[in-house]
DNA sequence: TTACGATCTGTAGCGGTTACAGGAGCAAGG
DNA sequence: CCTTGCTCCTGTAACCGCTACAGATCGTAA
């Protein structure tokens, strides 16, 4: 159960899409296993490892951390209800995360919008932006 | 014009809401410039420099980089349209910048919320959101 | 004086890469 | 066989915006 067709770590990266320099990242950060070495010890990554790194790279693209990514990749893979209930709610509390953070940044943005719809060029005297900026209270983000 | 009732680090950062470790990582990157010192060797701020951390505070809780603050803090006051064209310009990109991060969430925020409505407890016998991480091609966002 | 708080400096860590420098493996061409 | 040129190796530092130490010093009140 081991014909592997091993990949350097260039093809791997192609393969998959992932940085080389973020593959190895990823293997410092024990988010991958060691992979086997060639004898002049070259990375060989077989069809498993790139799989692996496309679950990454999609995770990370979902924007899911690291920590995250690894609770994922632990669970077990035939695992019954739990491990799937697990997969749900770690995606669901990042899911309210994202929220969130869509939230905040529409909150930037209306303050943002305000400020520039406030200054027309060569109108005031005094900058409306660099006044807001400086008011004491900032009330654009809590 | 300096009659400065001085405030020790700890006043100004409770006067400001700037950290104390923030205030003097903002003098140690150029930020703000290195205020007066104490017989003992202990920052003192005045007024000016007060205003200065609270116009930082405002455009960090607003999400400006401090590159851009540096450019914002370095526009002259009472300087005529220029400056204030240039404060627009910068407002404007990073409302730009703004809104396409809340346009990347939005994706983001789709494609978990189809992947946690996929996931009924117990009813399939593979995860589908594992499943759908373990799919090669990341339609999730670009 | 003694104790305690506030402040000082310098350094390291976070997350998630990316970018080097300086060496070594490896295949193809001469 | 030897060179050329590519890929790969390790280790380290940079990015951003802080935050958190450790160990020393200052300043003040009891």
Redesign the interface.
Known sequence: MSAHRDMTIGEASAATGVNIETIRYYERAGLIAPPVRSGGGRRLYGHEQA?QL??I???R???FKMEDIRA?MS?P?NG??A???E??AL??R??SE??A??AE??K??A???T??SA?K??E?ST?P??A?????G?N??Q
């Not at 807001?132 to 004491?136: K, M, R, S, T, V």
């Open positions: 799989s496309r679950f790279r999609n995770c693209s979902l924007g994922l669970l893979q019954g209800g491990a799937e209930a997969a749900r995606t669901a990042h899911l994202v929220r953070k869509i940044l529409k930037l943005e303050a943002l919008k400020m520039v200054c060029p060569g005031q900058c932006i660099v807001a900026l400086a008011a004491p900032s654009a983000a």
